[in-house]
């Protein structure tokens, strides 16, 4: 990449002509504004940026005049081709990432008018919010405050018109700016009411997070990223339901190679819903973000179609409410949901055998365990659900863990769960669980959904989030029909029914450092830690739930938005009634003259002679002398010296020096 | 002097109340009621900027980009505050001005004085609505002297033109200015003739022959020498001499005397100048007195009605050049 770097180069930043010299130095600033992107940047947009910085960077050096139009015209057509050939649309998130940047790079072949540096100038930050898009981490934030600091300094000192300035006197403005400005945004950040995306947000390059996506591929992904997304809203019409029964139905996986966990084949028989409902009625209004995918998420289990104006609904086998048309746009739809139910056929039919199917010849010692599982005489006695109590208890007390760093499981991976690594998430345990009963000869499935949420306070929406995904098993009983299991809650009883939620552990410094001393290395993790936590907790996290809490510990009893805005308000006031005091406080005391001559009156008046608001100095000093004679005559001179300052046609003499002087002067009294 | 120019339209109108408010004066100190500010067009593409990095940090439910935002906004509003403070509390002096040849590029001089104890950047002053800004730095505790270029257009003695003094300091997304009249007043001569005919004959002083002086300066006849008076022309000076006293160590020169007593008077009139117009005339005077002076010679002036007697040097040129400018 770019190693032009001006403030690095003292023995260069000295000769520079200015003009050279601020130009490298905004090039530098650009290049920290891509770098932390680059690996998310199409090759081609990489290539463009870094030559054409490069190219500039040298020109700069050279003083060569910029190229003309037509390179500018052909480098755009360039731009833009690639954008269209790399992402087919110039509009979604990624295809505007690349072409900001790519024109970022373009437009400094342009820097001649004021009017094309601001463009840069506005451009840069641009680019720097699109870094947030793929990181907002504590590192992008400091380097994107260099960055933004940069930008700051560069405008500046292309505002300082005279001569050649150092580079650090901007550099030091642009920094009180910041930090004065720094308040105004802390307010604004505290204050501004967290709404709703305006539109639907394009919902593109969401994968390797967590959420939904029709299938279930087991052990292949070594990190998962929690996605703090939001997934869904739901308003309950009621109370909220108990959190250990919001299950909120996604696609139900049955077809396993081994490895991945697909839906059923929609040509295969599928079994009768057979559904029956208990208890009273759930009714909510959900509110679901854009998912590009068919399915209606409802609360576990939904009998009618939900109220989706305009949109066909059918529900399948498993019970999942399916639209003709993806999602595409935020989706409000009413339901009527019962947490009490009973589904699937009570006999044993032939399509169950659906629900058994194992590649023949995987996880052999699952499979042996099963078959060892089935011969217990408990099980034997206690059928179906005794079997399930069993695999539960073994989960529980068996060491197993929950993480979300398990790594990448080989071929095996119920085995490699069950007997080796004893550590995974959601889908790990629910996909060996689901092995483990189907080796038993156990009809049973994977549902996958959402479990959970959180409650926001303000306006009393239940939020879902993607990183509240969940996957759970279903298992057929004799008599029962299909009985939800969540055996994730048997290996992380908080994983469900709270909304606790297990922080990914950073692994930035492990290894590093274990060389040198294993405990430096423990305390520099823990503090990194703890500041990656504070970080997640009071800045990525800060939602509209910690808003309001907020406004209640300064005293609103049922806070709204309107008290942010409120207190938003309020705050601004005031500021700007403090700033007109201020301003009529100074217009009242501007003249320091005057201000120095009321404190002379003043010492006047302290040695018994009265004079009034008009009295010019030089009746003052006269009438210092007429009282104490030649004691005055200091005073006296000062006085006429004061008036001089004021009156006299030569050079003034400096206020501040009589100033200096009134304090040290010794009045008679 | 576009200023003086009648006030056309309301714009115009407009402009000569909002001047008329301000008291002339040849110093003046800027403080809020006298300072200015409006955002640029660079300040409304940061607004919009701003607004648009907002509507991102909402859709995509960024924190971080609402800290961004919100930074930028702080730091943009922290500028404007900066800006203002540029030129709020910032004192300007005004040398009173030479007078200047009409049409003839020439400057003002004003002092900038700054009380504070930071450095005032990016202060441009110049003619109000002339264009040509000169742009200055104003050390801290200290004062800076400004050459505001401008270009006389009438002859006479005019009101000095309002000044105005902007800056876009630090960020270029404000505007921030102040409109000052200036108590002083300035003189304009005419613009000289570009090339102007010869000087007129002399006429003969009554009652005085003639040929023989004219002999006698053609002949460079001197009746000694006397100290070296501004604007005697060059080939009077003595440069023996002068070499001589420079070796000595001073800078003293000497001219050559001509024979006082002149028989024949170099009489600069408006009526010898043969130009219909006036104006024309007036310039064809102004580039005489310029020349007469120039070779060293005694010159009257009639113009006008009013007549300046013969006489040469420094004064006598400002006085002809005063009626010439003024009749």
Known sequence: MLTVKPRLAPRWGGALPRDARDTLFLLGVIALIVLPQVSNLPWWCLVLAAGVLAWRARLALQSKPLPGKWWRVALLAVTIGATLATHRTLLGRDAGVAMVVALLALKTLELRARRDAMVIFFLG?????????????????????LALLGLLTALVNAHMPVGRPPLMQAARLAGLMALLGAPIMLALFVLFPRIAPLWGTPNDAMTGRSGLSGTMRVGAIAQLALD?????????????????TLYFRGPVLARFDGREWRELNPFARA????????????????????????????????????????IDLRQTADLLWVSTQPVRDLLRYRAESYTQFRSGPTQRV????SYLALPPGGNPRTVAWAEQLR?????????????????????????????????????????EFWFDRKAGFCEHIASAFVVLMRAAGVPARIVTGYQGGELNGVDGYWVIRQSDAHAWAEVWEEGQGWVRVDPTSAVSPGRVGTFQRLAPEPGVFAGAFDAMSPTLTQNLRAA?????????????????????DLLKKIGFSAPSMQDLITVLLGLVIAVSLGGALWTLWERSQHDPWLRLLGKARARLRDAGIDVGEATPPREMAARLGQRFGANADLASDWLLRLESQRYARSAPLALSALRAEFTRLAWPR | MTATA??????????????????????????????????TAAGWMLLATVLVLLVASINYQLNLGYLLTFLLAGSAAVGMHISHATLRGLAMHLTPPEAQFAHAAAVFRVTLHNVRRSTRFGIGMAVRGSGHWAWTDVPAQGSCPVEIAFLPHRRGLHAMPPLTAETRFPLGTFRVWTVWRPAASLLVYPAPEAHPPPLPPGEPVAGQPTGAVARARAAGEYDGIRAYRRGDPLKLVVWKKAARAQAAGSDDLVSRDTQQAQREELWLDAQAAALPNEEARLSRLCAWVLMADRLGVDYGLRVAGRSVAPAQGEAHKRQCLEVLATC
């Open chain 1, 271 to 310: 079994l009768p819903a057979d559904l029956e409902v208990r208890g009273p009625p759930v009714r909510y209004q959900m509110t679901l973000e854009a998912s590009q995918r068919p399915w209606l998420i409802t609360l576990d289990v939904t009998p009618q179609a939900p109220q989706a104006p305009g």
């Open chain 2, 6 to 39: 009648a006030p056309t339209g309301l714009r115009g109108r407009i402009d000569q109340w909002f001047l008329s408010r301000r008291p002339p004066s040849d110093r003046l100190e800027l403080t809020q009621r006298n300072v200015y500010i409006v955002p």
């Open chain 1, 350 to 353: 032939p399509a169950l055998r």
């Open chain 1, 125 to 145: 930050f641009f680019a720097m919010l699109t870094n947030f898009f793929y990181s907002q981490s504590l590192l992008t934030a400091l380097a994107m405050l």
């Open chain 1, 228 to 244: 703090n997304g939001i997934a869904a809203r739901v308003k309950f019409d009621g109370a909220v339901p108990a959190r250990n």
């Open chain 1, 528 to 548: 990194w830690e703890a500041v990656n936590n504070s970080w997640n907790q009071w800045v990525l996290n800060y939602t509209q739930g910690r808003q309001l």
């Open chain 1, 375 to 415: 011969a217990d005489p408990a099980v034997l006695a206690g059928g179906t659900p005794a079997l399930v109590r069993a695999a539960m208890r073994h989960l529980r007390t068996g060491g197993y863990e929950y993480t979300l760093e398990p790594g990448v499981y080989g071929d095996n991976t119920a085995d």
